[in-house]
């Protein structure tokens, strides 16, 4: 599994359509303070089913839709869509390219998307519950998250460290089940 491009529109700084292509090997976004590198990593945590607004920086979630600026006018609609290659099967869904959609309006509601099929959130947290990349991940560390991490309650690094294992979806099943 690779993540192959993300594209940008209305989200945050990202006013213009923006295209981000990652090649083989590390990639390192840099570029001067305010100009847009925290943006790309919330905008792939906000694709892959992000609802805390809080961890977006926001106070609503509306507030990552472009606001407007000096030169540019406020606009009603972010969207991102993360293209991942997807050819060895790593993510439970039977095709060699995803691509994960987002968009939400000035309204407050989110949309999403596999391959341009709309799907609930729930199937967007399913695709990537257990593979170590979902939008709680342990593959995505912000700043400040080592020291979280370590401060934290035993029973919270316990839920990162079975993610990390693969056995939260088996525990979410089991909750579920319980529910009903
Ligand atoms: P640093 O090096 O300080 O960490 P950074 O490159 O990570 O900076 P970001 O935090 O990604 O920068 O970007 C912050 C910029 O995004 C700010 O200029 C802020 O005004 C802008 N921004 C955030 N949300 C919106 C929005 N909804 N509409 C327009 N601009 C926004
Ligand atoms: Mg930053």
Same mark, same amino acid.
């Given at each position: 599994?690779?993540?192959?491009?993300?594209?940008?529109?209305?989200?945050?700084?990202?006013?213009?359509?923006?295209?981000?292509?990652?090649?083989?090997?590390?990639?390192?976004?840099?570029?001067?303070?305010?100009?847009?590198?925290?943006?790309?990593?919330?905008?792939?945590?906000?694709?892959?089913?992000?609802?805390?607004?809080?961890?977006?920086?926001?106070?609503?979630?509306?507030?990552?839709?472009?606001?407007?600026?000096?030169?540019?006018?406020?606009?009603?609609?972010?969207?991102?869509?993360?293209?991942?290659?997807?050819?060895?099967?790593? $993510?439970?869904? !039977? %095709?060699?390219?995803?691509?994960? +959609?987002?968009?939400?309006?000035?309204? &407050? @509601?989110? *949309?999403?998307?596999?391959?341009?099929?709309?799907?609930?959130?729930?199937?967007?947290?399913? $695709?990537?519950? !257990? %593979?170590?990349?979902?939008?709680? +991940?342990?593959?995505?560390?912000?700043? &400040? @998250?080592? *020291?979280?991490?370590?401060?934290?309650?035993?029973?919270?690094?316990?839920?990162?460290?079975?993610?990390?294992?693969?056995?939260?979806?088996?525990?979410?099943?089991?909750?579920?089940?319980?529910?009903?």
């Amino acid at each position: 599994m690779k993540l192959v491009s993300i594209e940008l529109q209305g989200f945050k700084s990202f006013a213009k359509k923006t295209k981000i292509h990652f090649t083989d090997g590390i990639t390192a976004i840099v570029g001067p303070n305010g100009s847009g590198k925290s943006n790309i990593i919330e905008a792939i945590r906000w694709v892959m089913g992000e609802t805390s607004a809080k961890s977006m920086r926001s106070e609503k979630m509306t507030d990552v839709i472009f606001s407007g600026t000096d030169q540019r006018k406020a606009v009603n609609i972010a969207q991102v869509t993360l293209t991942l290659d997807n050819s060895d099967r790593f $993510l439970p869904e !039977d %095709s060699d390219q995803l691509d994960i +959609s987002r968009r939400l309006k000035k309204d &407050g @509601q989110s *949309d999403y998307y596999i391959n341009n099929r709309q799907v609930r959130l729930k199937e967007i947290h399913n $695709l990537f519950i !257990d %593979s170590g990349i979902g939008k709680e +991940s342990f593959s995505i560390i912000g700043q &400040g @998250q080592v *020291d979280q991490i370590l401060n934290s309650k035993p029973e919270d690094r316990r839920a990162i460290i079975e993610e990390a294992a693969g056995v939260l979806k088996y525990k979410n099943r089991k909750k579920e089940a319980e529910i009903k």
